[in-house]
């Protein structure tokens, strides 16, 4: 059993469509990041969480530390989201990063 | 640009060799934590490194060993290689440990032959 859980693996929506991608964990955390990857490798930092909500323009993160959950949302979707979407957390204790296997976004014109 | 660099950007090894990848912080970052990527898998954690300590390591054997240098530059050395190392190396550079966000380099592509 994977640490984070991610869903779904894929996922395609028409542009301008709101966007949820969920993820879930089993351990203990001292923050919960979302991370973006685009083709050829480069990853992002998009938020990182230890309570609440974030927002950065159309990009929307909450995080429910009872529920060990987190969803990021992308509102209004444009074709330039298109990239892979991963959450990763920091344990505590021990101090390990585990990462979900990712959201394969495609947003279609 | 996250003002994090690494090198090279690609290297193709043999089985049984060794090899040092290399990563600069970003200016005033004294953490820095690497991770490999299998093609179509997400990232893994190897190890964090702050103020030139080992602070924490995951499930990956003693071959991959890292260095952190005064300047808060880092190396990680993987040495006989095998098959399955083939992977991207990302680092990521941070202010401090707990709560900081991360900035990642673009990565180095290791291919083992």
Known sequence: KNEVEQSPQNLT?????????????????????????????????????SSGKKKHGRLIATINIQ??????????????????????????PGNQFYFGTGTSLTVIP | ETGVTQSPTHLI????????????????????????????????????????????????????????????SSELNVNALELDDSALYLCASSRGLAGDEQYFGPGTRLTVT
């Open chain 1, 13 to 49: 929506a028409q542009e301008g469509e709101f966007i949820t991608i969920n993820c879930s964990y089993s351990v203990g955390i001292s923050a919960l990041h979302w991370l973006q990857q685009h083709p050829g490798g480069g990853i992002v930092s998009l938020f990182m969480l």
């Open chain 1, 67 to 92: 529920e060990k959950h987190s969803s990021l949302h992308i509102t209004a979707s444009h074709p330039r989201d298109s990239a892979v979407y991963i959450c990763a957390v920091r344990s505590v």
């Open chain 2, 13 to 72: 090894k043999t089985r049984g060799q060794q090899v040092t990848l290399r990563c600069s912080s970003q200016s005033g970052h004294n953490t820095v934590s690497w991770y490999q990527q299998a093609l179509g898998q997400g990232p893994q954690f190897i190890f964090q490194y702050y103020r030139e300590e080992e602070n924490g390591r995951g499930n990956f054997p003693p071959r991959f060993s890292g260095l952190q240098f005064p300047n808060y």
